[in-house]
Nanobody, 122 residues
């Protein structure tokens, strides 16, 4: 049973923007911290951004800080990742996830989305 569904990926030129969305159930959005991960071919999955359940605290990986913004709308059961000034090295499959914060990052993941491809051309 699919619990989280991402959308918004695609092909964009370097310097462009994309906004990813992650939709899920109220049970997830009312109870979990959430985050975005990405995985490029041959690389480990990376936690790029995390947000607490009420949106009060966020975390960004150094590689995306100042360019990406994570947000959530619990009333709409949707989380977003606004990605600006995209670089070719941002190319990856992006996954949304729900879990528990471990330090500032997201761990103990209970739910994963199926992933959405983001490709940034140079």
């Amino acid at each position: 049973q699919v619990q989280l569904v991402e959308s918004g990926g695609g092909l964009v030129q370097a310097g462009g923007s994309l906004r990813l969305s992650c939709a899920g159930s109220g049970r997830i959005f009312n109870n979990y911290a959430m985050g975005w991960f990405r995985q490029a071919p041959g690389k480990e999955r990376e936690n790029v951004a995390t947000i607490t359940w009420n949106g009060g605290s966020t975390y960004y990986a150094d590689s995306v800080k100042g360019r990406f913004t994570i947000s959530r709308d619990n009333a709409m059961n949707t989380m977003y990742l606004q990605m600006n000034s995209l670089k070719p090295e941002d190319t990856a499959v992006y996954y949304c996830a729900a879990g528990i914060r471990v330090g500032q990052q997201l761990g103990n993941i209970d739910y994963w989305g199926q992933g959405t491809q983001v490709t940034v051309s140079s």
